[in-house]
């Protein structure tokens, strides 16, 4: 490999007013905002480890994409060239291929990019590194350990970035919105799902599926089920499904596909110091996405894993009232403000964790929730020192598989200097 | 390397030394010998060294203070720990000295502590310690409650059993060895000065055959008359808890051993992560290598009261290895002078640490069956394998290299940093791999938290191109 002869001219940059980590739609909507608020003497630098930015949308080519950030719906890679043009024509710096390995200091992060490796320096951090799947080993599925067990990011990079065929006959384990998609994409590759496995009481995103036509796609679904095992030696032939009564049967496949069960891309929010939310796994943030770490701010589904493209990107403007705030002051603490966020189950997460009652709201006024069982019409309430500060009684289910929303006015009449405040479904 | 004969009929091999079996004791037997005057031959069933029994196990360097003082094994495991160390260094097979506590979590294992430090003792390994519970969590913070004190062994280290087998088969190489690749020895016919061994993947005619064939030891010395044996598969599964939980386990957690072998104990690995194991459970059948629901619960028991917040972290990986348990509990090494034939069987649970020493004593049985051993002078310098561990610098954090070499700068598996210049290197390199797992163990590639998730289509890829599609990649 030659080194162009521009190599000085082009050389990657050191020094940034922000460095975002991660170019998915979360990290490349709140670095095109942040170019935009900054004005054109600032540096924004996106870095991003794929060949191509654009995040995860990149490889999941169906439609879906952009409906609540850009008001019109697109296929997975036309959303992501969208908004990798829009970032580029505010005047950021995209970078692929320049992966940040840990950090250097409190806002310095080393990179590992063919250009070289180098310390980049910045005033304010985003991170942006989304989340991924567990996959097979994280989710304790015993049995052999045969090729054809896919989670659906390598699914979707296989299909649609490196057109393999997968096989014939699968078997989806999960029933979240993903898993649909993972059906979509098993259908364009000509395989056939032959189960879906779910261990709720029925499809979480069903009714999504049906409402969008999609009942066509005659996917047996075996609820309260799990599996409990994975047979095949170099190749799958089989998945053991266990029912809720502990009766159990195998279901010949030849590809097993592993679907949601989503956890964030936390480790540089680890090594970084940032306190973690027990629930989300992500850093812990307030409605103006500070983390604990001064100047370090965090977006997207790494704060919830895992919500839909829009959702994630909004968080990308929402965060930029608080960096500027930041660079503009000398030092300073960053600290989080507000009342802490608490859930009882069967609610496992709540997104901001952080809520100042009196301050400004979070992205959409909603809050962002995560259920593990499926309620009709739920009423949430909200729990402040062992009274009831809130409720709302909500027209659209708590469903597993999905992000629950909440308006964030159930918290207009907690206190400011109260304790900590909890969500529970009454 | 396995070179088909023109006409595609597989040709005769003719070598003086056959072995059989490329797991890291037959790779280290086939260097030993290589270096002597000798051809030789690794004849191994499947399609690349390591990828059996040695591909998967806890990957400790025994300095064999628990072993049964007296025993064969227990001879080979203490000079084995030090003649592998010493080729680690040369080659560069990651090693990490982190020591290993063996914890008392009862009254009965805190009175045994005495008993086997003196056991140590006579093994010839004198440094063992007592401690105190307080020093205990001193040194292990995240330990459950109720330990009651602890022996250190503090030159029990960790390393990269991967490296190790093809370090060794690389040196055999280097040394004129050659490999066979997926010749499965099927049948072992005298002939007036040997053997002619018949393989899936043609004929070898050997002097000598050493039988190093792990699980299938029992098998092969079938095919040369004996009936001395059976080999009993014993499984181990593991968990592996990702590099994040790392600092969980700053040295080896041993428990104290029992008649059922050494037990359940938390490690750290050299590269990065935390582990869990090995379960034992005696099968029968030797190709069972999935994991169980048993043996995830049983696992989950013994893990949650060592070290209740590992389950707090993600799971990586899962495993199961087989042992080669045979009756008697020691190393069957036996020379066989009427069929010029030396077995290599029962190398259990030692067989990593052990192996070069083991090489040693075959040499030395060969020797004294009349076969001239002694080492050439002309030996080529030890390969240098590349660096997989953590302890040492990788290239994705070697400035310079990349400086000189930007397909170091280009990560194509994030979780475990591989680079795409390595990924080349492993294709470039004396034993390429042949499949996923060889590349797998070569660069650690798809090994990483992720699974696949975002580096398994490129993986595929990089597996079929043999590196050209992610060096395409790195130069766009
Ligand atoms: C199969 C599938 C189907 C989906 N279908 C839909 C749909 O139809 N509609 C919809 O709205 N949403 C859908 N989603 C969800 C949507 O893709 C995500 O919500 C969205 O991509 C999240 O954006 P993000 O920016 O938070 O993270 P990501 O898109 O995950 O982006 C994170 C980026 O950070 C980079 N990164 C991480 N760590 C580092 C590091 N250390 N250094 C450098 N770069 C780093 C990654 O390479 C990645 O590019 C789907 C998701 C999947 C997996
Ligand atoms: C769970 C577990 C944990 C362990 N932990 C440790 C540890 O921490 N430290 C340590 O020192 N040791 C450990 N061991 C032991 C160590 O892994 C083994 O002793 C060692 O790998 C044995 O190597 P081998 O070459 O004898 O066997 P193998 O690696 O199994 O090699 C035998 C080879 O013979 C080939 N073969 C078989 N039949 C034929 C045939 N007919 N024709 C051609 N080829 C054939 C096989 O394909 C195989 O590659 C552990 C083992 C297990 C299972």
């Known amino acids: 490999m030659t080194v162009p002869a521009t190599a000085h001219a082009t050389a990657p940059p050191t020094r940034a007013d922000v460095v975002v980590v991660g170019g998915g739609p979360s990290g490349l909507t709140a670095a095109a905002a942040l170019a935009e608020a900054l004005g054109p003497a600032a540096t924004v630098l996106v870095l991003d480890r794929e060949r191509e930015a654009g995040g995860i949308p990149r490889h999941s080519d169906h439609t879906g994409y952009g409906i609540r950030d850009l008001h019109r719906v697109l296929r997975g890679p036309a959303y992501a060239r969208v908004l990798v043009d829009r970032a580029r024509e505010a005047g950021v710096i995209v970078e692929t291929r320049a992966m940040v390995t840990g950090w250097a200091g409190d806002r310095a992060l080393e990179v590992t990019a063919p250009t070289g490796r180098r310390v980049v320096e910045a005033g304010a951090v985003v991170l942006a590194t989304g989340a991924r799947e ?55 590759a000509g395989c056939r799902t032959v189960a879906m496995v779910t261990e709720h009481e029925r499809s979480e995103s069903y009714a999504a599926f049906r409402l969008l036509g999609r009942l066509a796609l005659r996917v047996p679904v075996l609820a309260r089920s799990r599996v409990v095992a994975i047979e095949g030696r170099g190749r799958v032939t089989g998945v053991v499904v266990e029912d809720g009564a502990g009766a159990r049967r195998t279901v010949p496949c030849d590809v097993v596909v592993t679907t949601g069960d989503w956890i964030p891309d936390h480790e540089l929010a680890r090594s970084g110091g940032l306190e973690l939310d027990r629930g989300t796994r992500g850093p812990l943030v307030d409605a103006g996405l500070r983390t604990t770490a001064p ?75 995560w259920t593990d069982t499926w309620v009709e019409r739920p009423r949430v309430e909200a729990v402040q020192d062992g009274r009831v500060v809130g409720t709302r009684r909500l027209p659209w289910p708590a469903a597993p598989g999905r992000v629950f929303r909440v308006p964030s006015a159930i918290l207009d009449a907690a206190r400011p200097d109260g304790g900590d405040v909890t969500l529970r479904l009454a | ?128 310690a007592i401690v105190s519970a307080a020093e205990v969590y001193d040194a292990v913070p995240s330990l459950g409650p109720g330990a009651l004190g602890g022996l250190t062994v503090p030159d029990e280290s960790i390393i990269c059993t991967w490296s190790t087998t093809i370090a060794l088969a690389t040196d055999a190489v280097a040394r004129g060895a050659e490999v066979l690749l997926e010749h499965r020895v099927t049948a072992a016919e005298p002939t007036p000065d040997g053997t002619l061994l018949r393989t899936t993947g043609g004929d070898v005619h050997a002097r000598w055959v050493v039988n190093a064939a792990g699980l299938h030891a029992d098998t092969i010395d079938g095919l ?169 610098l990788r290239p994705y954090a070697d400035a310079e290299r990349i400086a000189t070499d930007p397909a170091y700068g280009h990560v194509v598996c994030f979780c475990e940093r591989v680079t795409a210049g390595e990924v080349r290197d492993a294709f470039d390199s004396t034993l390429p791999p042949r499949d996923m797992d060889g590349l797998r163990r070569r660069t650690r590639l798809m090994n990483g938290r992720c699974q696949g998730f975002f580096c398994g289509a490129d993986a595929q890829a990089a597996l079929e191109t043999r590196g050209a599609s992610l060096l395409a990649g790195a130069d766009r």
Not at chain 1, 316 to 344: F, I, K
Not at chain 2, 31 to 55: C, F, N, Q, Y
Not at chain 2, 322 to 332: I, S
Request: proline content about 7%; overall charge negative; charged content about 20%.
């Open chain 1, 295 to 369: 100047g370090v701010f965090a977006v997207g589904n790494l704060l919830h894993p895992v919500d839909t493209a829009d959702v994630a990107a909004i968080d990308g403007r929402q965060v930029v009232p608080a960096v500027v705030e930041w660079l503009g002051q000398d030092a300073g603490p960053g600290s989080l403000s507000g009342v802490r966020l608490r859930v009882e189950s069967p609610l496992r997460w709540v997104a901001p964790q952080v809520v100042d009652p009196a301050g400004p709201a979070p992205a959409r006024g909603r809050l962002l929730l």
């Open chain 2, 1 to 128: 390397m396995t070179t088909p004969s023109p006409a595609g009929t597989p040709r005769r091999v003719d070598v003086d030394v056959a072995v059989i079996g490329g797991g890291v004791v037959g790779s280290a037997i086939a260097r030993r010998l290589a270096g002597a005057d000798l051809r030789v031959a690794i004849v191994e069933a499947r399609s690349d060294v390591g990828d059996g029994t040695s591909k998967a196990n806890t990957a400790i360097l025994h300095t064999g203070f628990d072993a049964s003082p007296g025993t064969v094994e227990s001879r080979l495991v203490a000079e084995g720990y030090h003649l592998l160390g010493d080729f680690a260094e040369e080659t560069g097979i990651p090693v990490e000295r982190t020591g290993a506590l063996l914890v008392a979590w009862s009254e009965e294992e805190l009175v045994a502590l005495p008993g086997l430090r003196e056991k140590a003792r006579r093994n010839g390994y004198d440094a063992c």
């Open chain 1, 134 to 188: 567990r996959a097979r080993p994280a989710r304790h599925i015993p049995g052999d350990r045969p090729d054809g067990v896919l989670t659906t990011g390598q699914l979707q990079n296989l299909v649609h970035l490196h057109h393999r065929p997968v096989g014939e006959r699968a078997v989806v384990i999960g029933g979240e919105l993903v898993s649909w998609s993972a059906v979509l994409t098993l259908r364009e």
């Open chain 2, 224 to 392: 040369f008359g004996h009936d001395r044996f059976t080999v009993t598969p014993r499984r181990g599964e593991l968990f592996v808890f990702d590099k994040l939980a790392r600092p969980l386990a700053p040295l080896i957690v041993l428990p104290v051993p029992s008649s059922r072998g050494k037990g359940v104990l938390v490690s750290p690995t050299v590269y990065g992560n935390v582990m869990l194991g090995p379960t034992a459970e005696d099968l029968d059948d030797k190709t069972a290598t999935g994991t169980s629901a048993a043996g995830f619960a049983f696992l989950r028991e013994k893990g949650e009261r060592i070290m209740p917040t590992l389950f707090d972290e993600e799971v990586t990986t899962t495993y199961a290895g087989l042992r080669a348990a045979v009756p008697g509990g020691d190393y069957l090494l036996e020379r066989d002078d009427e069929r010029r034939y030396v077995l290599v069987g029962g190398i259990r649970s030692t067989g990593l640490t052990a192996c070069i020493a083991i090489a040693e004593h075959v040499a030395g049985l060969l020797a004294a069956g009349g076969v001239d051993v002694g080492l050439r002078d002309d030996l080529p310098a030890p390969p240098r394998i590349p660096n997989i561990g953590e302890a040492g």
